[in-house]
Structure formats: structure tokens, C-alpha cells
């Protein structure tokens, strides 16, 4: 520990702007000055977590039934390194979560200062060799603009914040990949850091087009370093397939459960396949000039939010060219052929080469991840902007012969360094808000009615909900699918959100409640129990329907019942109870058999008694159709049917491994070909029980006197299963890269007392 110490302390010593960098990094903790009493806070597509059990849990499963009519959410588990890590340490100090998020954000700032600090110092000692006095100012001018970029900024707003683990890291991900490439003799460590940084970074890379663009950078920054170095092609491809397999091997534990439904999963989103109206909608602002002059390329629909002037570029631009001119180094042409590679992708359908780039588009597997270019590959251009842009300042620190000049020019560095902090902390994009007491209210009395899935109108045109002042005007990911957790359905007229096969099911039932017509049948075909018109809605939100003329089709309809009134005089909203004619559990039979036990043990598990089987009988599943759904049998005295709990929340976590593995064996698994697609979304099972009687033993079934057969029986979502495997295999793949460090240390020791 001593020798740790001393070694922090020497480079602490050696680079003092490192003590700078940490007080920067917890500036934006000024956030929550006035904020501090709210228990959550969120935009976009990020909320603090509310429920800790919950949040957690929605990090263990591959499959969320709450959303969507269920779906497959095998990226979702990679949230939990570092994110769920980094905020169940802070919540075992007692952290609240909204302040654990701006933590988060300063750990990212401060990995990307002292990670483009040390790049650049390496930058210019050892690739340009204009080595100078200045060089540590130099590099903590370059890191500080890195950290408190546009772009930086730009990504808290949409919640996509998490995406800046590998913006932050890339200084580093670079500097260890071109070590690689380039030393007679790669260090085994290299690796091994790299491996521990992919697997850090898993959280953003739960982001498949994130992986996919760094993957591009990558590749582009390997064919140029071969290219201008004149370096071995092979040898170097392989080194390069080294780098490539350390970022695979530290995303095993999330990638397998993905990769195994990666089909589906990426034609989830209708709008991928809107090419012409994707690339003419979102790089309009995108041009070569705007990317230079404006901010509003990096920050589309709010471009005065963040005043990155002109004359701010102006000056990086002046040093960009003076590097280009005046330094003949090899690193100088690499990083001019990367900035044109940012620059081609960054502006996507603009010209010139237009053609070009929507070729790739249309043809190259996964390029449709650049619908939004700016967002994907707009820091690959930035960074080695500033890396031009730093080698031009360092050259002219060189030659200036005047004091005065260089003092002029340090208090311009400094200037626009605390110009674009300041401006870095001017933007206040979190919404800070607590949940209202009539929503804990409303959870209680859903409960007590035996909530199967909630109907919500009205819809947002797939847009996240948009409150007014009671929740602070937030507008984002919908706190009430964690701090609720039933299932929710919401109607979505809109073609570019997410489709699954309940989609259209649920707007053909709000069709029905506009029309005024009876919607029985396709409630119950849907497992729907509760109606929630929302009117705590902001007034300029853009809705599908008016709440207040929803409340006056429902109280006429029969097929409703027990409307109560959640909320204040001014806010709130209104929950119908569904007649029990027109409702079902979340697995339903045909008729002539009986249903009983219904038990949602977790969101990968449904389990159910059914008695008086005499004739082929139907079983649903009332989630989105997916061919990884399994039905098994279990035998007819397993304690796992006594529980009476239908609640995944309340039930006993530890069943989640006691019965599971069982599930790799085939014997006891209904018959995959009865699996087929019913009432147009859900999972369907066609159950034979002559079938059964030939292909189980007794222990499976009970044989009644007329015939009929009672089972017990277990919907399952197998890829689980892929998720416990690859957990197994990350484990002892991250065992080993751990056990090098120590093996290559007392190696090292042991040569050096040679």
C-alpha cells in the first residue's frame, strides 16, 4: 500500500494539474444547489434509479414484461458494470441517487481529462517532439476542453450520458491500441488494461451502435497507422484481432444472451429501415461548416443552449493549420487522414460524397446506426481536432521569442478553458422531481385489485410522458414502469417507435374506447385489468387524445367499474377497473379447463395449476410472441406450486436458482411446434393430453376419473439460461486477466534480479 502511495504521489507531483482536474470534475455537484430535497432526477431516456430492489432486478433478467407487452432487454443487463455498480456502493453510504448520478458524471469528466492529458503529453514528447516547458499547461488545456465539450454536454440532455464511458476512456483505448500496433514487442499489459476498460465500459456499450462505432474508429485508425508507418499487414492484423478479441472477451457476460436474439433485436425499431427520412431529418445541421462553426450540429434542437462561438473554434482552427504546415511528423498525417474519416461519417448525407455514404448505408451491415451521425462519430473528429490543435500551440510556444507573447497567449488558453466550464455548467439538463403521495396511494389500491397490466392513455406519439408541475414539468423515461412495476400498456399511433406484436393490439383497444365501442374481447385477449387516463399531462404536451373527453367515453362504458380519482384538484389521474368478464391473467386457457395459481415468479418465469384437460385445450401466454418462450411440466408435487403470491416483486428471490438449471434438460419441455403466435401477439401452446400421457411419466400429471388430466405447468424465457452461462464464462475469462497482472509483475521482478 506504501509503494501505491508513493507512486500517486509522484505523479501527482510530476502533473499537477491532476489536482485541478478533480476540483473540475465535482463542479457540476453546483447542480443540485436548490435541488437537493428531490429524491429523483432524469431526462430523456435516463431516470435515477427509485426502487433499488427493482432497478436491480431489471439488471439480472433478459426479458421485461412490465413494457412494450414484453420484450427482450438482453443489453439492458450490461447496465450493470459500472452503472448499478457505481450506485449501489454510493446508496451502501446512504448517497442519494440523484446526487450519485452527478458523481457518475464527474468520474466520467475526470477520466476524460486525465486520460486526454496524458495522451497529449505522450502526443508531443515522443510523436511530434516539440517538447517545451509548456507542455504540461498544454495538455491540461487540451483535456480540459476535451472533458467540457459541446458534445459532452449535449449527451446529458437525452439521457444518453452513460455513451461518454468510452468518449471519456478513447484517449487511453487509442494511445494502448496504437502500443500494440506499433512496439517490436507488445506488452501482455496492454491487453490486460484494455480488457479491464471494455469491461468498465459495458454499460454504454449495452448500446450496440456504440461498440459499432468504436469498432470503425478502430479500424480506420489500424489501415492508417499501417499506411503511413509502412508496417507489416499481417502482423499487424493480428495484433489488431488481439484488440478486437479483448473487447469481445470483456463483454461476454451480456454479449452471448444478446448475440443469441440479435435479429430480432435490432429490427426492433421501425425507423431503422427509414433510410431517406432518417438521414434527411438528422443531418440537416450536419454540414462540414456547422461542424467547425456551430454548435447546433452537435446539439440539433437546442442550438443556443450552449454558446460554442465562433471565435472559439477560430482559434483552435488557427493552431490546427500551423500544425499541419509546420510539423513534418508522420502522427501529424494519421491524425489529418482520422479528422477527414470523423468528418465523412459526422456529416452523413451531406456533400460532397453524399453517394458514397448513403451506399453504406444501404448496403453495409449495421451502418443504420448512423441515423444520427453527429451523436455516433462526432467525438472521433473532435478528438483529433484537438490533438492537431494542441501540436499547432506547442509549435508555437517553441519559436515564440517574446515573454510577452507567450503570456498572452496562456491567459487566451486560460480564458477559453474557464469559458467552457463555465458554459459546461450554465446547462441544467436533469429535471429533479419526487413522486407525488397519490401515486403510492393508487400502487396500494391497483394491488389490492389484483393488477394484471395497466392501460394508460393518453398516448405520447411513442414519446416518453411530458408531466406538468406536479412532477416539475419532468420529461422522460416513465417513472412509473420501475416504481410501479406492473405491466403497462400505452397506445402509439407513430411508425418510428418500437414494434412489437402487441403494438397493434393495443391501438386497435384505444380505437375501440374513441369509437365508443365495446372493447371486452380485446381486453381480456390482452390480460388488460385497469384503465389509467392520465391528467397530470403538461397542457402544451403533444397527446394522441384529450384526458378529459377519455373520463367521459369511460363512464358511460359497462365494461368498466370502480373509477376513483388519484391526485390534486388541479392534477392527478383516473384508474377504471376492468369488469371481470373481460379479464384474464397474464397466462389464460380456452375453455372447458380451469386455470388456477397464476404465479409471476420473475420476469423470465410464469407459472400456473391446470386441471380437467380432456380434449387438445389452448394455453396463452398474454406477453409479445417470442420463440424463446419454453413451456415445461413440472411434476404434480412440487412445493413450488403451495405459493399463493402472483407478484414477481413480493415473491422469494432465491427461487430464482433453485429451480432454474433445470431448465437445460429437455425432458420434461412441451413440444416446441406446439409454440405458435395467438390472438395476433401473444405465445400460444396447444396441449394434447394424449401426448402428454405417452411422452410423461405419472410424476408429471394426474389422470382424473373421467379421463381428464391436471398439470402444472412453467412458461419459461430461456435465454436466461444464455445469461447464467455466460456469467459462469465472464467470471472465469476476467480470473484470468486478473491473475496476469500479478504473473507479469513478479516476471518482470524476476528478470530484473537477473
Request: aromatic share 18%.
Given at each position: 500500500?506504501?509503494?501505491?502511495?508513493?507512486?500517486?504521489?509522484?505523479?501527482?507531483?510530476?502533473?499537477?494539474?491532476?489536482?485541478?482536474?478533480?476540483?473540475?470534475?465535482?463542479?457540476?455537484?453546483?447542480?443540485?444547489?436548490?435541488?437537493?430535497?428531490?429524491?429523483?432526477?432524469?431526462?430523456?431516456?435516463?431516470?435515477?434509479?427509485?426502487?433499488?430492489?427493482?432497478?436491480?432486478?431489471?439488471?439480472?433478467?433478459?426479458?421485461?414484461?412490465?413494457?412494450?407487452?414484453?420484450?427482450?432487454?438482453?443489453?439492458?443487463?450490461?447496465?450493470?458494470?459500472?452503472?448499478?455498480?457505481?450506485?449501489?456502493?454510493?446508496?451502501?453510504?446512504?448517497?442519494?441517487?440523484?446526487?450519485?448520478?452527478?458523481?457518475?458524471?464527474?468520474?466520467?469528466?475526470?477520466?476524460?481529462?486525465?486520460?486526454?492529458?496524458?495522451?497529449?503529453?505522450?502526443?508531443?514528447?515522443?510523436?511530434?517532439?516539440?517538447?517545451?516547458?509548456?507542455?504540461?499547461?498544454?495538455?491540461?488545456?487540451?483535456?480540459?476542453?476535451?472533458?467540457?465539450?459541446?458534445?459532452?454536454?449535449?449527451?446529458?440532455?437525452?439521457?444518453?450520458?452513460?455513451?461518454?464511458?468510452?468518449?471519456?476512456?478513447?484517449?487511453?483505448?487509442?494511445?494502448?491500441?496504437?502500443?500494440?500496433?506499433?512496439?517490436?514487442?507488445?506488452?501482455?499489459?496492454?491487453?490486460?488494461?484494455?480488457?479491464?476498460?471494455?469491461?468498465?465500459?459495458?454499460?454504454?456499450?449495452?448500446?450496440?451502435?456504440?461498440?459499432?462505432?468504436?469498432?470503425?474508429?478502430?479500424?480506420?485508425?489500424?489501415?492508417?497507422?499501417?499506411?503511413?508507418?509502412?508496417?507489416?499487414?499481417?502482423?499487424?492484423?493480428?495484433?489488431?484481432?488481439?484488440?478486437?478479441?479483448?473487447?469481445?472477451?470483456?463483454?461476454?457476460?451480456?454479449?452471448?444472451?444478446?448475440?443469441?436474439?440479435?435479429?430480432?433485436?435490432?429490427?426492433?425499431?421501425?425507423?431503422?429501415?427509414?433510410?431517406?427520412?432518417?438521414?434527411?431529418?438528422?443531418?440537416?445541421?450536419?454540414?462540414?461548416?456547422?461542424?467547425?462553426?456551430?454548435?447546433?450540429?452537435?446539439?440539433?434542437?437546442?442550438?443556443?443552449?450552449?454558446?460554442?462561438?465562433?471565435?472559439?473554434?477560430?482559434?483552435?482552427?488557427?493552431?490546427?493549420?500551423?500544425?499541419?504546415?509546420?510539423?513534418?511528423?508522420?502522427?501529424?498525417?494519421?491524425?489529418?487522414?482520422?479528422?477527414?474519416?470523423?468528418?465523412?461519417?459526422?456529416?452523413?448525407?451531406?456533400?460532397?460524397?453524399?453517394?458514397?455514404?448513403?451506399?453504406?448505408?444501404?448496403?453495409?451491415?449495421?451502418?443504420?446506426?448512423?441515423?444520427?451521425?453527429?451523436?455516433?462519430?462526432?467525438?472521433?473528429?473532435?478528438?483529433?481536432?484537438?490533438?492537431?490543435?494542441?501540436?499547432?500551440?506547442?509549435?508555437?510556444?517553441?519559436?515564440?521569442?517574446?515573454?510577452?507573447?507567450?503570456?498572452?497567449?496562456?491567459?487566451?488558453?486560460?480564458?477559453?478553458?474557464?469559458?467552457?466550464?463555465?458554459?459546461?455548467?450554465?446547462?441544467?439538463?436533469?429535471?429533479?422531481?419526487?413522486?407525488?403521495?397519490?401515486?403510492?396511494?393508487?400502487?396500494?389500491?391497483?394491488?389490492?385489485?389484483?393488477?394484471?397490466?395497466?392501460?394508460?392513455?393518453?398516448?405520447?406519439?411513442?414519446?416518453?410522458?411530458?408531466?406538468?408541475?406536479?412532477?416539475?414539468?419532468?420529461?422522460?423515461?416513465?417513472?412509473?414502469?420501475?416504481?410501479?412495476?406492473?405491466?403497462?400498456?400505452?397506445?402509439?399511433?407513430?411508425?418510428?417507435?418500437?414494434?412489437?406484436?402487441?403494438?397493434?393490439?393495443?391501438?386497435?383497444?384505444?380505437?375501440?374506447?374513441?369509437?365508443?365501442?365495446?372493447?371486452?374481447?380485446?381486453?381480456?385477449?390482452?390480460?388488460?385489468?385497469?384503465?389509467?387516463?392520465?391528467?397530470?399531462?403538461?397542457?402544451?404536451?403533444?397527446?394522441?387524445?384529450?384526458?378529459?373527453?377519455?373520463?367521459?367515453?369511460?363512464?358511460?362504458?359497462?365494461?368498466?367499474?370502480?373509477?376513483?380519482?388519484?391526485?390534486?384538484?388541479?392534477?392527478?389521474?383516473?384508474?377504471?377497473?376492468?369488469?371481470?368478464?373481460?379479464?384474464?391473467?397474464?397466462?389464460?386457457?380456452?375453455?372447458?379447463?380451469?386455470?388456477?395459481?397464476?404465479?409471476f415468479q420473475n420476469p423470465v418465469r410464469v407459472s400456473a395449476n391446470i386441471n380437467g384437460i380432456k380434449d387438445v385445450s389452448d394455453i396463452y401466454l398474454n406477453l409479445n410472441f417470442d420463440k424463446n418462450w419454453k413451456l415445461y411440466l413440472q411434476k404434480t408435487n412440487n412445493k413450488n406450486f403451495n405459493l399463493s403470491s402472483r407478484n414477481y416483486i413480493s415473491g422469494d428471490v432465491n427461487e430464482l436458482y433453485e429451480y432454474e438449471l433445470s431448465f437445460m434438460k429437455k425432458d420434461f419441455q412441451i413440444s416446441e411446434s406446439s409454440h405458435t403466435i395467438g390472438n395476433g401477439y401473444a405465445n400460444?401452446?396447444?396441449?394434447?393430453?394424449?401426448?402428454?400421457?405417452?411422452?410423461?411419466?405419472?410424476?408429471?400429471?394426474?389422470?382424473?376419473?373421467?379421463?381428464?388430466?391436471?398439470?402444472?405447468?412453467?412458461?419459461?424465457?430461456?435465454?436466461?439460461?444464455?445469461?447464467?452461462?455466460?456469467?459462469?464464462?465472464?467470471?472465469?475469462?476476467?480470473?484470468?486477466?486478473?491473475?496476469?497482472?500479478?504473473?507479469?509483475?513478479?516476471?518482470?521482478?524476476?528478470?530484473?534480479?537477473?
Amino acid at each position: 500500500m506504501q509503494k501505491i502511495f508513493t507512486s500517486v504521489n509522484k505523479i501527482v507531483k510530476n502533473n499537477p494539474f491532476i489536482i485541478l482536474f478533480i476540483v473540475f470534475s465535482f463542479l457540476p455537484l453546483t447542480w443540485l444547489v436548490g435541488n437537493s430535497k428531490f429524491l429523483i432526477a432524469g431526462e430523456g431516456d435516463f431516470i435515477s434509479p427509485i426502487i433499488w430492489d427493482i432497478y436491480l432486478q431489471k439488471r439480472l433478467f433478459v426479458f421485461d414484461p412490465i413494457v412494450f407487452g414484453g420484450i427482450d432487454i438482453s443489453f439492458y443487463i450490461s447496465g450493470l458494470f459500472p452503472l448499478t455498480l457505481f450506485f449501489l456502493l454510493l446508496d451502501f453510504i446512504n448517497i442519494s441517487f440523484p446526487a450519485a448520478t452527478i458523481l457518475f458524471i464527474s468520474m466520467l469528466l475526470f477520466l476524460a481529462e486525465i486520460s486526454m492529458y496524458f495522451f497529449i503529453k505522450d502526443f508531443l514528447t515522443n510523436k511530434i517532439k516539440t517538447t517545451t516547458r509548456f507542455d504540461n499547461l498544454i495538455a491540461g488545456f487540451g483535456a480540459i476542453l476535451y472533458a467540457f465539450s459541446p458534445f459532452f454536454a449535449s449527451f446529458i440532455e437525452p439521457g444518453h450520458f452513460i455513451l461518454l464511458i468510452p468518449y471519456s476512456l478513447f484517449p487511453t483505448i487509442i494511445f494502448l491500441t496504437d502500443k500494440i500496433l506499433i512496439e517490436k514487442k507488445i506488452k501482455l499489459s496492454f491487453f490486460i488494461i484494455l480488457f479491464w476498460i471494455f469491461f468498465f465500459s459495458a454499460t454504454s456499450f449495452g448500446n450496440v451502435a456504440i461498440i459499432y462505432s468504436l469498432l470503425i474508429a478502430l479500424g480506420f485508425y489500424f489501415i492508417f497507422l499501417v499506411f503511413i508507418e509502412k508496417l507489416n499487414f499481417f502482423k499487424s492484423l493480428l495484433r489488431f484481432s488481439g484488440v478486437i478479441a479483448v473487447l469481445l472477451l470483456s463483454n461476454l457476460w451480456w454479449l452471448i444472451p444478446f448475440i443469441s436474439n440479435i435479429g430480432k433485436a435490432i429490427s426492433l425499431n421501425s425507423a431503422t429501415n427509414a433510410i431517406s427520412q432518417a438521414i434527411s431529418l438528422n443531418v440537416k445541421n450536419a454540414d462540414i461548416y456547422k461542424l467547425f462553426f456551430s454548435n447546433q450540429a452537435v446539439l440539433g434542437a437546442q442550438p443556443n443552449s450552449y454558446p460554442f462561438s465562433i471565435i472559439f473554434f477560430l482559434f483552435l482552427i488557427t493552431f490546427f493549420i500551423i500544425a499541419i504546415l509546420k510539423i513534418k511528423k508522420k502522427a501529424i498525417a494519421l491524425y489529418v487522414l482520422m479528422i477527414i474519416a470523423g468528418i465523412f461519417i459526422t456529416k452523413g448525407g451531406q456533400e460532397p460524397f453524399q453517394i458514397v455514404f448513403q451506399w453504406l448505408y444501404d448496403n453495409v451491415p449495421g451502418f443504420q446506426i448512423f441515423r444520427r451521425p453527429v451523436q455516433k462519430f462526432y467525438w472521433v473528429f473532435y478528438f483529433f481536432f484537438l490533438m492537431l490543435s494542441a501540436g499547432g500551440i506547442s509549435f508555437i510556444f517553441k519559436y515564440l521569442k517574446i515573454k510577452k507573447q507567450k503570456i498572452l497567449l496562456l491567459i487566451l488558453m486560460s480564458g477559453l478553458s474557464i469559458y467552457s466550464i463555465v458554459s459546461f455548467l450554465l446547462i441544467q439538463n436533469f429535471t429533479y422531481f419526487s413522486i407525488p403521495r397519490y401515486y403510492f396511494d393508487a400502487k396500494e389500491v391497483l394491488k389490492k385489485d389484483n393488477v394484471n397490466k395497466v392501460f394508460i392513455a393518453p398516448g405520447f406519439y411513442g414519446d416518453s410522458p411530458y408531466y406538468d408541475k406536479s412532477l416539475n414539468y419532468y420529461h422522460g423515461d416513465d417513472f412509473l414502469k420501475t416504481f410501479w412495476n406492473f405491466q403497462m400498456l400505452i397506445p402509439d399511433s407513430s411508425t418510428g417507435s418500437l414494434e412489437t406484436f402487441q403494438k397493434e393490439k393495443v391501438n386497435e383497444t384505444m380505437d375501440l374506447i374513441r369509437g365508443n365501442k365495446s372493447f371486452c374481447s380485446s381486453v381480456k385477449e390482452q390480460g388488460i385489468s385497469h384503465l389509467m387516463i392520465r391528467q397530470d399531462v403538461f397542457k402544451g404536451a403533444n397527446t394522441e387524445d384529450g384526458s378529459e373527453e377519455l373520463i367521459k367515453l369511460l363512464d358511460e362504458n359497462k365494461m368498466v367499474k370502480n373509477k376513483k380519482y388519484f391526485g390534486k384538484k388541479e392534477s392527478g389521474f383516473t384508474i377504471y377497473s376492468i369488469v371481470s368478464d373481460c379479464r384474464s391473467d397474464v397466462l389464460s386457457v380456452g375453455k372447458n379447463i380451469k386455470l388456477s395459481n397464476v404465479y409471476f415468479q420473475n420476469p423470465v418465469r410464469v407459472s400456473a395449476n391446470i386441471n380437467g384437460i380432456k380434449d387438445v385445450s389452448d394455453i396463452y401466454l398474454n406477453l409479445n410472441f417470442d420463440k424463446n418462450w419454453k413451456l415445461y411440466l413440472q411434476k404434480t408435487n412440487n412445493k413450488n406450486f403451495n405459493l399463493s403470491s402472483r407478484n414477481y416483486i413480493s415473491g422469494d428471490v432465491n427461487e430464482l436458482y433453485e429451480y432454474e438449471l433445470s431448465f437445460m434438460k429437455k425432458d420434461f419441455q412441451i413440444s416446441e411446434s406446439s409454440h405458435t403466435i395467438g390472438n395476433g401477439y401473444a405465445n400460444l401452446w396447444k396441449i394434447d393430453p394424449g401426448t402428454i400421457k405417452e411422452n410423461f411419466s405419472k410424476d408429471y400429471y394426474i389422470e382424473n376419473k373421467d379421463g381428464s388430466i391436471d398439470i402444472n405447468i412453467i412458461a419459461y424465457y430461456s435465454t436466461q439460461m444464455l445469461f447464467y452461462v455466460s456469467l459462469l464464462v465472464q467470471l472465469i475469462v476476467a480470473i484470468i486477466f486478473f491473475v496476469s497482472i500479478f504473473v507479469i509483475q513478479r516476471f518482470e521482478k524476476y528478470n530484473l534480479r537477473k
